[in-house]
Each structure stands twice: as structure tokens, then as C-alpha cells.
């Protein structure tokens, strides 16, 4: 097994990647819980053991899920079965769901431990780490939510085998956005050292930053376009894959900024191929509608920002041409 720890001082929380990981459970549960709400979703099909009394509490599957009522459900649920605030919240399965478990578990009682056993690979490489739980609501994705770090996180590289492709290629979209931000050759790396590869980035990020007050925001490279292409097509498009574009629509941004030239943005669209990913708009997108959505997205406080390559490295950028905005989008239609 390999251990990455997440330092934040008190908060800090181990990360546990390896075959098999999902049986190290009982041991990373808090001392003073006495029952553990395991929530997962019917099709995951994992089971975990957390060593004390314990109750599973089935979310519906879909993004469609990701909602403010599911998580008032989760919170009645939990009451009834007599969850305490010195119990914990167990996540098995995906970024919705480690997603959406943990901002009830943040909210429940004004905050119950949650541990995270991730069974994707996008949860295992991103959305399991960090403490970003959130949900989303008509207007956009996960624009309502908090920072809740986990207790612990679980990374079981033996579920990735029964994962369908696009569900691993909607991995291999946040493992792409990492080979910009200081990981070369994931591709070449084997599963346990990609997956714990990525999780010691993004852990030294969150370290330094836990609130996405400045350098954190370089883990949404891609994720400005990605998420208004979630919403625009209704979540037909797997968070990944959008991301994927997104990090190619960032390269044509910065070049035409001057901040890097043709070469690098052909090192984009090389990288994002490597992972048999598209990088082109789904068709019947309307370009303006997704500048309009621009507006929405959290990095947005002061005027458009996207996270952009450049000589120094990927940082956030203010970007107001709406005109360079949409002849952008042109270039990856």
C-alpha cells in the first residue's frame, strides 16, 4: 500500500492507495464512533467492512442525484437511525458520491467525520481529495457546497478493473489536466504510482492552500469550460471528458494571450488524445450560451477568470474579450 498524507496541522488525513485498500477501513475510523451511515449507489457494488455498527443508505444513480433534496434525505435518514455528531459518514463510490456524501456529512450536526472509499478513478486521482463536497442546482454545477476535509481516503485500485471504459477515460480527463501541472508520464506509470502520483500533487496544493484563496485554483485547469459544457448538455457529458476539452479550450485561450505558442498547445491536444479523449465541442453547443455560463463559474469574483498555462506554469488569469472568448471556442469546434 501507499500512504500520501494531506498535511493541514489537526486536519490533516491520510490517503491510501493499493489493491485491496478498502480492508485497511476499520482501521482509519475514528476512535469514538460508535455507528458508521455508509452511503453508495445500488450499481457500485463494493462492500466494506468499517468494524463497527453500521447502516448502508442507497442514493438513487445520475447526476440528477447531486441535489439539495437528496441531501436533505440523507440527513432525515440518518437522523432517524440515530446518527451522533461523534459518528462518521462512510463514502463508497465516485466523485458524485464522495461529492454529495460529504456535503451532508458536513452540514448533519454541523459537521460528522466522513471517510471517503473511492471507486473510480476520477474520485481516486481528484474528487475524493481536497475537501470540496458540494451539489449542484439548475444554474450550474456544484454551486452550492462547503469545505469539509475527509478523515481519510480510500483509494482501491482493485475496483478501477470492472470500471467500463468511458467511466476510466472520464479519469483519464482530470489524469490529463496533472501532466500540467507537474506529473509527466502518468501513462507510462502503473496504476498504484499514476493514482498516487496525482493524489501527492493535488495534496501539496491543498496544503498550501486549503481554500482556493489563490494557488488551489490551478486544480480546475480545464475546468471553467468543462463545467459550463456539463451544464449546457445536461450532464450528457461525463465530467472528464468536459474537463479534457476544457484543458485543450485553455491552450488556445493562452495562445492567443501570447502566454505559450502553437507547439504547446499541440502538446495539449497530444496529451488529451493519448487518453483517447475528444477535444472538440459536442455538437449543437451554442457558443455564447457557454460565455454566459463563464460568468457563473466560482473563479468568476472579480471578472471572467481562467486557470491558463504560461512561462511561470498554469495560474489564474483574468480574461474579459469576449471576442477571443468565442473565437476560442471556434478553434475547438
Known amino acids: 500500500m501507499i500512504t500520501v498524507e494531506v498535511a493541514l496541522g489537526d486536519r ?3 490517503v491510501v492507495v493499493g489493491d485491496g485498500a478498502r480492508d485497511e477501513l476499520a482501521a482509519l475510523v475514528p476512535a469514538r464512533a460508535q455507528r458508521a451511515a455508509i452511503v453508495t449507489q445500488a450499481g457500485i457494488g463494493v462492500g466494506v467492512d468499517p468494524g463497527i455498527e453500521h447502516e448502508t443508505f442507497t442514493i438513487p444513480d445520475g447526476e440528477a442525484t447531486k ?3 437528496t441531501v436533505e434525505s440523507l440527513c432525515r435518514a440518518w437522523a432517524r437511525w440515530g446518527l451522533t455528531r461523534g459518528d462518521v459518514v462512510v463514502a463508497v463510490g465516485g466523485g458524485l ?14 459537521g460528522v467525520a466522513v471517510i471517503h472509499i473511492a471507486t473510480t478513478l476520477l474520485a481516486q486521482v481528484d474528487a475524493a481529495i481536497g475537501g470540496k463536497t458540494g451539489v449542484n442546482i439548475p444554474e450550474g454545477k456544484n454551486l452550492v457546497g462547503a469545505f469539509w476535509q475527509p478523515h481519510a481516503v480510500v483509494c ?3 475496483t478501477l478493473a470492472t470500471l467500463p471504459p468511458r467511466e476510466l477515460r472520464n479519469g483519464h480527463g482530470e489524469m490529463a489536466k496533472y501532466a500540467f501541472l507537474g506529473v509527466p508520464d502518468l501513462a507510462s506509470m502503473a496504476i498504484d504510482d499514476a493514482v498516487a502520483a496525482c493524489v501527492r500533487c493535488k495534496a501539496d496544493v491543498v496544503a498550501s492552500d486549503e481554500r482556493e484563496g489563490g494557488r488551489r485554483a490551478i486544480l480546475n485547469y480545464g475546468h471553467t469550460l468543462a ?5 449546457a448538455t445536461s450532464y450528457d457529458l461525463r465530467h472528464g471528458e468536459a474537463v479534457a476539452i476544457g484543458i485543450v479550450y485553455a491552450a488556445e485561450i493562452a ?8 507547439a504547446r498547445v499541440a502538446e495539449h491536444r497530444r496529451v488529451v488524445a493519448a487518453y483517447d479523449l475528444a477535444s472538440v465541442l459536442p455538437t449543437g453547443v451554442d457558443a455564447d450560451a457557454l460565455v454566459e455560463l463563464f460568468g457563473r463559474d466560482k473563479k468568476a469574483v472579480d471578472g471572467l477568470t481562467f486557470v491558463l498555462d504560461g512561462p511561470g506554469g498554469v495560474e489564474p488569469v483574468r480574461v474579459e474579450d469576449r471576442r477571443l472568448l468565442l473565437d476560442a471556442l471556434e478553434a475547438i469546434r
Open 156 to 158: 482501491d485500485t482493485g
Open 97 to 110: 458520491t464522495t461529492d454529495l456524501a460529504g456535503f451532508a456529512a458536513a452540514s448533519y450536526h454541523r
Open 67 to 69: 441535489t439539495l433534496d
Open 227 to 231: 463545467h459550463a459544457l456539463e451544464t
Open 255 to 262: 495562445a492567443r494571450l501570447g502566454r505559450i505558442d502553437a
Open 12 to 14: 490533516s488525513y491520510p
